[in-house]
């Protein structure tokens, strides 16, 4: 079975700074991948999916940006943070033909 | 615009009793369904899920009830416990796709 590990856990950030958030997942190859926002009080809005290497699908304007620089990690960046950007990150794989997500233990982001 | 809904954002049950989460969707093309579980902090575990092409799925005490006319689904935890006391949020998938859509979760209290 997959098991997909995110980091850190949690991070405080300024408003302004950088970000980067690291996913990878294990047990299985060519996954999909996604990355998924819970805002406090709020579903899990999808940020960004990707199909394959290098190719990534964006679902919401937002000052975020994803990456898939090899084919079991997957990384959510920012230049500069905003306030609204808190919230508790989550990415998540399936496997092809194949409903069913797995997801990480998640990222608890405040910016201050 | 929210494809998957779930207009209960909580739910209290006496531990025993049968817990009734519903949730509605608007795109005739969904053609797969799925219930997760969250705990705070951690990222959901998948439950349950149905095809449409089935209208029942059961798995143990979760029963998953689809009625596609109405574009309704719904999760029946028999008999409630403690435990099953979290935030479950319904999912919806088309074949054709790669995307999920995540309603807003309904957090279930199980009272002992």
């Known amino acids: 079975s997959q098991t997909i590990h995110q980091w850190p856990a949690t991070l405080v950030q300024p408003v302004g700074s950088p970000l980067s958030l690291e996913c990878t997942v294990e047990?299985?190859?060519?996954?999909?991948l996604y990355w998924y926002r819970q805002a406090a009080g709020r579903g899990l809005q999808l940020l960004f999916y990707s199909v394959g290497i290098g190719q990534i699908s964006s679902e919401v304007p937002q000052n975020l940006s994803a990456s898939r620089p090899q084919d079991r990690q997957f990384i959510l960046s920012s230049k500069k943070l905003l306030l609204s950007d808190s919230g508790f990150y989550l990415c998540?794989?399936?496997?092809?033909?194949?409903?069913?997500?797995?997801f990480g233990p998640g990222t608890r982001l405040t910016v201050t | 615009d929210q494809q998957v809904k779930q207009n209960s954002p909580s739910l209290s049950v006496q531990e025993g009793r049968i817990s009734i989460l519903n949730c509605d969707y608007t795109n005739s093309m969904f053609d797969y369904f799925l219930w997760y579980k969250k705990y705070p902090a951690e990222g959901p575990t998948f439950l349950i899920s149905?095809?449409?092409?089935?209208d029942k799925n059961e798995d143990g005490r979760f029963t998953v009830f689809l009625n596609k006319s109405a574009k309704h689904l719904s999760l029946h935890i028999v008999p409630s416990q403690p435990g099953d006391s979290a935030v479950y949020f319904c999912a919806a998938s088309a074949l054709s796709g790669n995307q999920f859509y995540f309603g807003t979760g309904t957090s279930l209290t199980v009272i002992p």
């Open positions: 998540a794989c399936n496997r092809r033909n194949s409903y069913e997500q797995y």
């Open positions: 149905i095809s449409s092409i089935k």
């Open positions: 047990g299985t190859s060519n996954p999909n």
